[in-house]
């Protein structure tokens, strides 16, 4: 089965051409970061504008690279929520248009479902049940995957997602947007136990996460250097903020496990591309005998392959989407 996927939720215009979900043929993704650095962040108008501009000549280079030609398609699959609807319309648009003009069944996919599923591209045996922890830009959540399509939430952030707190940890220390990647090479300099910042447990939900206390203790830390004239040392700041956010998330994880019994763990979303937590996460796997899988980098951010990959095992499921597909902004996992 050959699946074109497309990708537009935020400021990736992606596209991909996977087989049988997990061989990925092509995996193109045309990133707007240099254009949105001028903001500080993602702009939703600019960004939809250049989806219109890219979205053809990605869908076009990821066809080519593969060597398939519509006509050899199955099926297109596409992200058609959450995110930003602006965005998200011009990849629906897109892959409806394709799906009636070469009759193609029409998948639409979760886009964290496609998170999660960038784990099957380069792990071949991994196969459902197993938990996965999501941290991306704009999701912090636990999820048992039980079943391929199926999920269960155990837990998730009640405000800031990770890669958000990474985003205005490093807006905040001048490092600039986006700031995980920045945070990741600058805390390899610090000291990550320099400042103590506080470790956001939720009372009563153990498997749930809060990092806007860890986020304004760090603009206050900052703060209260300035005033008391103290050099600020952006490493440390990053290496221990880094730190607080790493070592919460491998404690939840691994609690999670082991309060349901599973020991196959996956990590996902833009953050599992941070290398402290990498490391964390296969210490604390190993120390309790757990299997531990994280995609490659590429494969961790926005990209079109995850979405092939999603697409397939919904696919295969039966799931077929209408013409009348729309783009559904703060859509629920495991809704279709
Ligand atoms: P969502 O998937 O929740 O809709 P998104 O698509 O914007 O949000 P992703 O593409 O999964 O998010 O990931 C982007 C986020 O990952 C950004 O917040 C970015 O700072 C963060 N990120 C990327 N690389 C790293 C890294 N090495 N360390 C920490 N954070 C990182
Ligand atoms: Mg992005
Ligand atoms: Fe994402």
């Keep these: 089965i050959l699946i ?14 996977v087989k ?24 939703p108008e600019i960004a939809s504008r250049k989806h219109i501009e890219k979205i053809n000549p990605v869908i ?50 979760h886009h964290i479902e496609g998170h999660i599923c960038a784990n099957y591209i380069e792990n071949k045996t991994l196969e459902p049940p197993f938990l996965c922890m999501v941290v991306s830009g704009g999701h912090t959540h636990l999820v048992m995957v039980k079943d391929y399509g199926k999920y269960e939430i155990l837990g998730r952030t009640r405000d800031d997602a ?31 136990k320099a400042i103590s910042f506080p470790k956001a447990h939720v009372d009563g939900a153990p498997l749930d996460f809060s990092f806007s206390g ?19 040392v952006e490493s440390d700041i990053a ?16 609690l999670a496990a082991q309060m349901y019994g599973i020991d196959k763990i996956c990590l996902a979303g833009g953050v599992a591309s941070n290398s402290a937590l990498r490391s964390r996460m296969r210490e604390c796997a190993d120390a309790n005998g757990f ?8 494969l961790c951010t926005d990209n079109g392959a995850m979405i092939g990959a ?27």
């Design 4 to 17: 074109l996927a497309i990708e537009t939720s935020c400021d990736e215009t992606a596209a991909a051409v």
């Design 20 to 43: 049988n979900g997990r061989e990925v043929l092509s995996n193109v993704i045309s990133s707007q970061i240099e254009l949105h650095k001028l903001y500080g962040g993602v702009v």
């Design 291 to 298: 299997l531990l899988f994280y995609p490659s980098p590429i």
């Design 310 to 336: 999603a697409a397939y095992y919904e696919y295969m499921a039966g799931t077929r989407h209408g013409l009348d597909l729309n783009a559904v902004p703060n859509l629920k996992i495991g809704q279709r």
């Design 162 to 192: 990770a890669g958000e707190a990474f985003d205005k940890v490093a807006r905040a220390i001048g490092l600039g947007y986006p700031g995980g990647p920045k945070i990741d090479r600058l805390a390899k300099e610090g000291n990550p």
């Design 60 to 109: 076009e280079e990821a066809l080519s690279t593969a060597g398939v030609t519509l006509d050899d398609l199955d099926a297109v699959g596409v992200t058609y929520g959450p995110g930003l609807v602006g965005a998200l319309l011009v990849g629906v648009a897109e892959a409806k248009a394709i799906s009636y003009a070469k009759h193609l069944p029409l998948v639409g996919v």
């Design 239 to 254: 290496a221990s903020f880094q730190e607080a956010v790493v070592s919460v998330i491998a404690e939840k994880t691994m």
């Design 214 to 232: 860890l986020k304004s203790s760090v603009l206050n830390y900052i703060n209260s250097c300035k005033m008391k004239g103290e050099p600020i």
